[in-house]
């Protein structure tokens, strides 16, 4: 006999409170569609909804890469699709936009939204990988290269704002920060590996962290007493680290608290690593003529985009590089916080052919 209470839907959880506050509880938020006038209330509060993207400098990014219709244009960090969207629709008809990315959670759902917009079918062809393996999809499918190539470098607010993920520092979860889950090693393992000095200078390198070496060892210290494998641990333990200094009072703790975070990410996903890998493939992967946009969010990824741009111009490959980088505009800042800290840089392939297409 079957129970009679199984066929009766189930409730939704209930929250304490007057508004949810932990990720989960937040439906509306998870079902733009169904609840527009809620999630539209929450942006025009300058946040950006719980499961959801707002993509960055679309109107700049826009008018430098210049997509016409027919040409082939180039998401390499898929996201949320927010930038393939515009792109995609300015190329038709006639053109394709190729979408890449490694998160294998978060790119379906970007290729469903995408599809939605009944574009032809084939305009739209995605491709889960890193993007530092970019030359290698397009000389498949697209082997003359791209007109227009877009690279946003910054973590998507999905992956941000899940607890489950674990980079966010301002939840309990688990210490893992992969942009893939299914491969590479997750934070909390990477601790175990790490020594002190080598510690140190990550996070001076992928952070300029001012207080590098105390921070590295008070971590590594405490995670040798008791493995730390939740974002609220090492919360704790930065903070602990900072008390006993004397720091915390003077609200230090906090920024040191998303320089670790960020320097472990970036760690963890071999973000550095992969942006030298495509930037040294970039030329070969546009057309002469073929536009690249960057938009980056810490110093240490401008320096290397602005470093390769530079001497790409040098040595003839670009034609021309923005002579200044580009920042969102107050109200874009003001309206989307999130914003605040990309710099965009384009440039524009010259004809001179590369050792990689030769």
Do not use: W
């Not at 509060?45 to 219709?69: C, D, F, S, W």
């Not at 590996?193 to 992928?206: G, H, P, R, S, V």
């Amino acid at each position: 006999m079957t129970d009679p209470s199984s066929d009766r839907p189930k409730r939704r959880v209930r929250y304490s409170g007057k508004n949810p506050r932990q990720f989960h509880e937040k439906y509306k938020e998870h079902q733009p569609e169904r609840y527009a006038n809620d999630v539209a209330k929450v942006i025009a509060g300058g946040k950006t909804p719980a499961g959801t993207h707002r993509p960055i400098m679309v109107r700049e990014i826009i008018n430098v890469l210049a997509p016409q219709p027919g040409e082939i244009a180039v998401d390499c960090t898929l996201g949320y699709g927010g930038h393939a969207r515009e792109l995609l629709a300015a190329v038709q008809p006639g053109g394709r936009l190729l979408g890449v990315d490694t998160d294998p959670i978060e790119l379906p759902k970007a290729e469903v939204r995408l599809r939605e917009l009944g574009f032809p079918q084939k305009s739209l062809l995605i491709r889960r990988m890193n993007f530092a393996g970019i030359s290698r999809f397009l000389a498949e499918v697209a082997p003359d290269g791209a007109d227009v190539l877009l690279a946003d470098l910054g973590v998507s607010s999905m992956q941000l704002d899940n607890p489950a993920r674990g980079f966010t520092f301002k939840a309990e979860g688990p210490l893992d920060m992969r942009m893939n889950p299914e491969h590479s090693q997750p934070a909390s393992a990477l601790l175990n590996k790490l020594i002190e000095a080598d510690f140190a200078q990550l996070l001076t390198e992928n952070s300029d962290e001012p207080h590098a070496e105390e921070l590295a060892s008070a971590i590594l210290n405490a995670n040798q007493r008791d493995p730390i494998l939740t974002t609220r641990g090492l919360v704790e333990v930065i903070q602990n680290a900072f008390a006993k200094r004397g720091y915390h009072s003077e609200g230090k703790s906090d920024d040191a608290v998303r320089r670790v975070f960020q320097a472990l990410r970036i760690a963890v996903n071999d973000e550095f690593g992969a942006l030298t890998t495509f930037l040294r493939h970039l030329p070969s992967c546009l057309k002469p003529g073929g536009r690249v946009a960057i938009l980056t969010f810490h110093s240490g990824e401008d320096r290397r985009v602005k470093q390769a741009f530079k001497t790409g111009l040098r040595d003839g490959v670009y034609a021309s590089i923005a002579e200044e980088v580009l920042r969102p505009s107050p109200e874009e800042q003001h309206t989307n916080p999130r914003s605040s800290a990309a710099k965009l840089r384009f440039a524009v392939r010259g004809s001179r052919i590369t050792d990689d297409e030769q």
